[in-house]
């Protein structure tokens, strides 16, 4: 995401890269996909932080969005922490190389879809009017 207009609006992205959106079945796996006998996905945490999301319940944010090549870090001052489901994430990996060791297709599953709400404040960042400021709504 390059401008605030496209962190508002993700679908104006023109270069965004399209993918699936993939439903877990009736016992709340996702398996076999993208053909069966193999899974491979792509699982977005958000509100997050990376590599501190694997590990920390918190993560200090030192960007704004959009990033961009103008996109200068925040002061210190401006800084903020979001919440991070690193037991989530590390369950979700555990499973995933379990099942795979043991022969089977790996499910990957009890990982919340990610939201748009870049600072953890409760407004999404469609409508937030700073959606790098948890203190502006
Ligand atoms: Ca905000």
């Known amino acids: 995401m390059r401008t605030l207009a496209e ?17 877990p079945d009736s016992s709340g796996l996702i ?11 792509v699982v977005q ?11 920390q319940s918190t993560g200090l944010v030192s960007f704004p969005i959009p990033y961009n090549a103008s996109t200068a870090g925040l002061d210190s001052s401006q800084q903020f922490t979001v919440r991070l489901s690193y037991v989530a994430a590390q369950a979700t990996m555990t499973r995933f190389f379990a ?39």
């Open 45 to 55: 945490t958000g509100p997050g932080v990376h590599y501190d999301n694997l590990i």
């Open 99 to 137: 099942d795979g060791f043991a022969g089977m297709v790996p499910n990957v599953t009890g990982f919340q879809p990610p939201v748009r709400d870049f600072d953890d404040d409760g407004y999404p960042d469609a409508t937030d009017a700073d959606p790098s400021n948890p203190k502006v709504h």
């Open 7 to 23: 962190v508002r609006d993700p679908t104006q992205i023109p270069d965004r890269l399209p993918l699936p959106d993939v439903n």
């Open 31 to 41: 398996h076999d996909t993208p053909m069966a006998g193999v899974t491979a996905v």
